[in-house]
């Protein structure tokens, strides 16, 4: 799996996350709503260019003209190459009237980083770098845990609504708990990979985050909706897969400590951008009667 480098408690409690988060999606969408998203294609189009083509170019621009050390270097290409964060899921299933978009997307955006970012890593990274990822072990993760969950709670809707309503607030809520618990459990790693890192390396990490976030905003289309999510899924890199890239590709272990330092990064302005598009669709709506 994704996760193999984890200890056994965190890994099950992602696990869990991935799929209490995905089947309160899918609790809350019908088949008809899916098919709707999947024919805008013209979002899903700009949300794949900004994540495989806008992204890897900012990744290759900065890891070139900023001060990174070899190592922290190669893990921001890596990250750069490799959308689809499954963490956003705990922010962008937040936003009024984008959770379908928001799951559908980051299911997306992880199934076609197992087989595009390993090419895209080919062509930026330095040298004669043999790029390895386990592609079967890695689709059954997307499967098992993303695409099984999703299409679970679309079926239960569609035989019982109103059953299917209780099961994703009880999704929302339980996902929110599990999210916050594996965050403290790997506070202490977090911390220190980010003092191994350094305060410079972390800035220029910052800076990658919030540059995303604005390509996915600006990309995100007319929709107040949209963009927000976008901006999210963006910014939020698939760091355990790009911690599964540099297991099998790098002998040196040092490329993976900047990555963990990036999953700690990336928490705090999405965090804050889901804060205030929750107040402003909560201010909206109490304003709608008047």
């Known amino acids: 799996m994704f996760l193999l480098d984890l200890d056994l408690l965190p890994r ?12 309160g999606v899918g609790m809350q969408a019908t088949a008809g709503d899916l ?5 805008s294609r013209g979002l899903l189009l700009r949300a794949l260019l900004a994540n495989f083509v806008a992204v890897p170019i900012i990744g ?16 921001l290409l890596i990250l750069a190459c490799s959308p689809g964060g499954i963490s956003a899921l705990q922010f962008t299933t937040k936003i009024k009237g984008a959770s379908l978009f928001a799951g559908t997307s980051g299911f997306l955006l992880t199934f076609v980083a197992v087989f595009l970012s390993p090419a895209l890593l080919t062509l930026i990274l330095p040298g004669e770098v043999n ?11 997307v499967v098992i845990f993303l695409l099984l969950p999703l299409v679970a709670g679309t079926l239960v809707r569609s035989k019982a609504e109103r ?5 994703a607030k009880l999704c929302v809520i339980l996902s929110a708990v599990i999210f916050f618990v594996v965050v403290i459990l790997m506070m202490g790693q977090r911390k220190e990979a980010m003092n191994v890192v350094g305060k410079e390396a972390l800035l220029y990490m910052l800076i990658f985050i919030l540059i ?41 272990p040092a490329v993976q400590t900047p990555l963990l330092a990036f999953s700690a990064l990336m928490v705090p302005p999405n965090t804050l951008l889901t ?13 709608s009667p008047k």
């Open 12 to 23: 099950i409690l992602i696990l869990l996350f991935l799929i209490t988060a995905m089947l």
């Open 35 to 39: 098919r709707s998203l999947l024919k």
């Open 60 to 75: 290759l621009v900065l890891s070139r003209t900023l001060p990174f050390k070899p190592e922290a270097a190669t893990a």
């Open 131 to 141: 790029v390895v990822i386990p592609y079967g072990r890695a689709f059954l993760f």
């Open 163 to 167: 059953l299917a309503d209780k099961i």
């Open 212 to 252: 995303s976030m604005a390509v996915g905003w600006l990309m995100g289309g007319p929709a107040k909706e949209t963009r927000p999510v976008l901006a999210t899924v963006t910014g939020m890199r698939h760091v355990a897969l790009s911690v599964l890239i540099a297991l099998h590709t790098f002998s040196d």
């Open 275 to 287: 804060v205030y598009m929750v107040i402003r669709s909560r201010k909206a709506a109490r304003a």
